[in-house]
Structures are given as structure tokens and as C-alpha cells.
């Protein structure tokens, strides 16, 4: 079966850890997102990649780090520098394409602080 | 400043009845729209979405209605069912000006009483 596939499903973080969210995709698309959701909050972008190599920032990508050394993996860090982590985070993928963005989520990673 | 608006953030219905949720956006540019679905601690599932050279698009229960000149979208579920209770989040983008980042509304709860 095709999907995106998140791991862990839930990750607890100690004061001054890094720590690192995994996706990786089947699907053969091009565009990679990391996305976080805060308790009645919407969508928010972090980082997000459309080829292999190359990754934009979001709209709050400070505290955060990522990589696309695969097409199929887009791996997330969030560094000691997030002041605060907690939250629910969903990693997306997309073909590219100029008549529809419809985006593929994963299950997502809840991330707490303890 | 919020671009996608979801302005009620719940909703009731009885099953059976009809679903009316609601996304207003102040970007004339946006030219693409999408509904997700969201249960607790899952990803977003991709509903139905609709291009600004349509007024309407249907799939089954689900029906969008884009009125550009009031920049107002609806999305109608009908009939509503249980398992429809869920977050429903409203997003644009700017496909023709190459803007591939997609602006998300807040989000309405539905829930559908039996």
C-alpha cells in the first residue's frame, strides 16, 4: 500500500534535547512538508522540500531543522533552540503539479516536553 | 492576519440533516481550494476540492460552492452521518502565480448526533 508513513507515533523531549521526527513516502512524490498543529490551532508550515537536496522554510521553521538526502525521506529535528515543542506534528507529501496541491498526510507525531 | 476564515469554530447537526460549513479567504488570488477532514490524533484526509474557474463541484455527499466575487466557499454534506464528526479545515493557494504553499482556516467541529 502506498502512504506516509510517521514515526513514533508519540516522543517525549527532555530540556535541551534534540530530537528527530521520522516520514518517509511511498507515493513517488516530489514535494515533502512538515507541518504543526497546536490544540485549536490550524495548520502551520515548518519546512518544506520539492526535490531532493533543496528545502524552503515555512512559516515557523526557527528552532527546527531538516534534511532530503532521499526522495522518499524527510526527516525533522527539532533542536533545543524550539522553546516549545510541544505539539502535534504532520508531515505531507504532494506531486507537483500547476492544476491541483492536494497533499497526503501521515498519521502524524505528538511531541511533549518532559 | 488570518487569509482562510473559518469562522464558526463548531458545529451540530442531526443525522440525516444537512451540514453547512463555511470558509471565507480575503486573497483574490487564491485560485484553488481544498476541504480535509481530520479525526483526533489522525492526519488529515483529503475530501473534495474545487479550481476558481468552477462554481460547484460534487462527489457524492460531499458538495463545494465557490463564490468568488463574495470570496466565500461552502462545503455541504448531505446526508450528514456520525462518522462524519470530525475537524473540517478549509485551504487556498495561488496555483497560477506558482505559490505552492497552501494557506489553512482554523478549522470547524462538526458533530452529527444520531
Known amino acids: 500500500d502506498g502512504g506516509i508513513t510517521q514515526s513514533p507515533k508519540y516522543l517525549f523531549r527532555k530540556e535541551g534535547q534534540n530530537v528527530t521526527l521520522s516520514c518517509e513516502q511511498n507515493l513517488n512524490h516530489d514535494a515533502m512538508y512538515w507541518y504543526r498543529q497546536d490544540p485549536g490551532q490550524g495548520l502551520r508550515l515548518i519546512y518544506y522540500s520539492q526535490i531532493v537536496n533543496d528545502f524552503q522554510k515555512g512559516d515557523i521553521a526557527e528552532g527546527y531543522s531538516v534534511s532530503r538526502e532521499k526522495k522518499e525521506s524527510f526527516p525533522l529535528t527539532v533542536t533545543s533552540a524550539q522553546k516549545n515543542p510541544t505539539a502535534f506534528y504532520l508531515c505531507a507529501s504532494s506531486i507537483i503539479s500547476t492544476a491541483n496541491e492536494k497533499l497526503f498526510f501521515g498519521s502524524g507525531t505528538q511531541l511533549s516536553v518532559l | 492576519d488570518q487569509q482562510v476564515k473559518q469562522n464558526s469554530p463548531s458545529l451540530s447537526v442531526q443525522e440525516g440533516r444537512i451540514s453547512i460549513l463555511n470558509c471565507d479567504y480575503t486573497?483574490?488570488?487564491?485560485?484553488?481550494f481544498l476541504w480535509y477532514k481530520k479525526y483526533p490524533a489522525e492526519g488529515p484526509t483529503f475530501l473534495i476540492s474545487i479550481s476558481s474557474i468552477k462554481d460547484k463541484n460534487e462527489d457524492g455527499r460531499f458538495t463545494v460552492f465557490l463564490n468568488k466575487s463574495a470570496k466565500h466557499l461552502s462545503l455541504h454534506i448531505v446526508p450528514s452521518q456520525p462518522g462524519d464528526s470530525a475537524v473540517y479545515f478549509c485551504?487556498?493557494?495561488?496555483?497560477?502565480?506558482?505559490?505552492?504553499?497552501?494557506?489553512w482556516g482554523l478549522g470547524t467541529s462538526l458533530a452529527v448526533n444520531p
Open positions: 486573497n483574490s488570488m487564491f485560485d484553488y
Open positions: 485551504a487556498a493557494s495561488d496555483l497560477a502565480g506558482n505559490n505552492r504553499k497552501l494557506i
